[in-house]
């Protein structure tokens, strides 16, 4: 089933052959420390938020991290390698000084947020540009419909309706240059929302827990229609080139970190044969 989601954007907009490795072959990638430490702070933040408010403390939430971990460990067994036991006490400070750095940044006892981990989808439709005639039907190979889903971290609801869409990046803040892409996943969230629950998002808030730094953004309804339109275009574009199959490399410096390097053109590689147009699913839900 082929949808996008913010990652896969992000992937096809960086280089569209990363996105059908990951999108359309689903091949494998080893899990990566930082990743995996990330995964884990997210997870203890969620658990914290499910306590009554006087026990989201500092204290009870660094205590939570060794049993969360121990309960990664059991369901992925792989991680035991990645991390293996003489590395388990660093390991767990790492995590501990991400947690005490968002503690620097909120206080979460003071509020409850409406949900944690938020899984959403949607479809959006699509109006067919170019009909010749008017009530001719569209090209075959045109997509009816925007599959769209993804998670989120967290989703703040003030009494008076506001809504505030929260990330936790367990990483440093990037420079001015690069905040316009790392607000990409969090409009891509603000204009999902907004479809399922017709409320602007009044803020858009990224966490940054590498350096207690916190990034507010206060998205308008012209510049999320605006960013709507540039999702549908995306699409259109992955959707053509999943029908031929046509996928370039595109090298930048992301690609030090990219695992596909042996089957890349760009590395002298040879991509596997392309599996061929993936199964869509246009009907995930309403569109606006």
């Not at 969090?186 to 409320?199: N, P, S, T």
């Not at 760009?266 to 044969?273: M, Q, V």
Request: aromatic residues 8%; negative net charge.
């Amino acid at each position: 089933m082929l949808v996008l989601s913010p990652s896969r954007a992000g992937d096809f907009r960086s280089c569209p052959l990363l996105y059908r490795f990951r999108a359309i072959d689903r091949l494998p990638e080893p899990p990566s420390r930082p990743a995996v430490r990330g995964t884990l702070v997210h997870a203890v933040l969620e658990r914290m938020f499910t306590r009554a408010a006087g026990d989201r403390t500092e204290g009870r939430t660094i205590d939570s991290i060794e049993g969360l971990w121990s309960e990664m460990r059991n369901d992925q067994p792989d991680l035991v390698d990645l991390v293996p036991d003489a590395d388990r006490e660093p390991w767990l400070a790492e995590a501990a000084g991400l947690v005490r750095a968002y503690f620097r940044l909120e206080d979460p006892a003071g509020f409850s947020p409406q949900a944690c981990e938020e899984p959403v989808q949607l479809t959006l439709t699509i109006v067919p540009a170019d009909l010749a005639e008017p009530g001719e039907p569209p090209d075959r190979a045109e997509p009816t419909g925007v599959p769209l889903k993804g998670f989120i971290d967290r989703i703040d609801v003030a009494a008076t309706g506001e809504v505030r869409i929260v990330d936790y990046k367990t990483g440093r803040s990037p420079s001015e240059h690069y905040e316009t892409a790392v607000l990409y996943q969090l409009k891509f969230y603000a204009m999902m929302l907004q479809h399922l629950r017709g409320v602007l998002p009044t803020e858009l808030k990224l966490i940054y827990l590498g350096d207690s730094t916190a990034l507010r953004y206060r998205p308008d309804q012209q510049e999320l229609d605006a960013f709507e339109r540039g999702v549908v275009a995306l699409w259109r574009t992955i959707w053509s080139a999943a029908q031929t199959g046509d996928f370039p490399a595109r090298r930048s410096s992301s690609c030090r970190w990219c695992a596909h390097q042996a089957m890349c053109p760009e590395f002298g590689g040879t991509p596997p044969p392309y599996p061929g147009m993936p199964g869509t699913d246009q009907t995930i839900g309403p569109g606006r």
